[in-house]
């Protein structure tokens, strides 16, 4: 059947004519005597091709229909359909409504109330990441805007007191991050962090932790969406917890060798 006309105006004019991942326009300037050069691609949430990517599932009445098409720049249309672990038909269908909806507060001039939306550009980690340096952890934080944390509970006292320092002392540097402006500032804090650590892991505990990307919204003189990275630290006792790979599937780790059987 392939795509019409007006299903080609509708995601054209939705998408505002900009890539729904990045937000940039998919349309080069022009010169005197060229015209401007189109690098926006319709892209399928769900192939047409039963070996496409995300393919099955969805009535061949529906496969070209608006719903399922959506407006990307050719770098991020080759993104998805290589990544499709991570680019799901849910997250393409949540990068769709999410931009739909900033193209038309584009032209509310109130800009609509101010909000924190997912940033379509960095995907939720499936899991966190291991943090076993102070250097980690202080790249995650000079760059966030806000903090997170989790911890177990009915862990012992002093184990707790000691992830409760832990947290504290990153909500405080959190705040004065941005001051610290010598190389010996920020190495000392990454120790300090480093140690913590550290002593943690020492008493059984591991720290991990993901940036979470977002971006503000709205408000009377939006022009662009700004970023805003909330850090998100767990610290949870090793016995608890669980190996996983990239994709999220648990990790055997071996035992080491008994010392009979070590050469």
């Not at 099955?56 to 229909?65: A, R, S, T």
């Not at 002093?158 to 832990?166: G, M, P, R, S």
């Not at 408000?219 to 090793?238: C, D, K, N, Y």
Request: proline residues 7%.
């Amino acid at each position: 059947m392939g795509i019409s006309e007006r299903t080609r105006k509708i995601i054209w004019v939705e998408s505002g004519g900009r890539c729904a991942i990045c937000r940039r326009q998919v349309l080069t300037p022009g010169s005197e005597t060229d015209d401007p050069s189109i690098f926006g691609e319709e892209c399928h949430i769900v192939a047409r091709g039963a070996s496409g990517p995300r393919a099955g599932g969805l009535g061949e009445e529906l496969i070209d229909h608006h719903s399922n098409l959506l407006l990307l720049c050719s770098e991020h249309h080759k993104q998805i359909d290589d990544q499709v672990a991570t680019f799901t038909i849910e997250r393409l269908h949540e990068i769709k409504k999410s931009h739909r909806e900033w193209i038309a507060r584009l032209g509310n001039p109130d800009g609509g109330p101010v909000r924190l939306v997912p940033d379509p550009s960095f995907p939720r980690p499936r899991v966190l990441t291991p943090i076993t340096t102070g250097n980690a952890l202080w790249e995650m934080l000079f760059r966030a805007t806000a903090f997170e944390y989790a911890y177990a509970d009915h862990q012992p006292e002093a184990a707790e007191d000691l992830t409760i320092e832990f947290l504290d002392m990153i909500k405080d540097y959190l705040d004065i991050a941005s001051e610290l402006d010598s190389i010996k500032e920020q190495r000392d804090a990454a120790k300090l962090l480093g140690d913590y650590i550290s002593r943690l892991a020492e008493n059984g505990y591991l720290v991990g932790a993901w940036v979470r990307h977002m971006l503000l919204t709205g408000g009377p003189t939006e022009a662009e969406p700004s970023p805003w990275e909330i850090l998100r630290v767990e610290v949870i006792p090793a016995a608890a917890a669980e190996v996983v790979d990239s994709q999220g599937k648990p990790v055997t780790i071996p035992d080491p060798p008994s010392s009979s059987q070590a050469s």
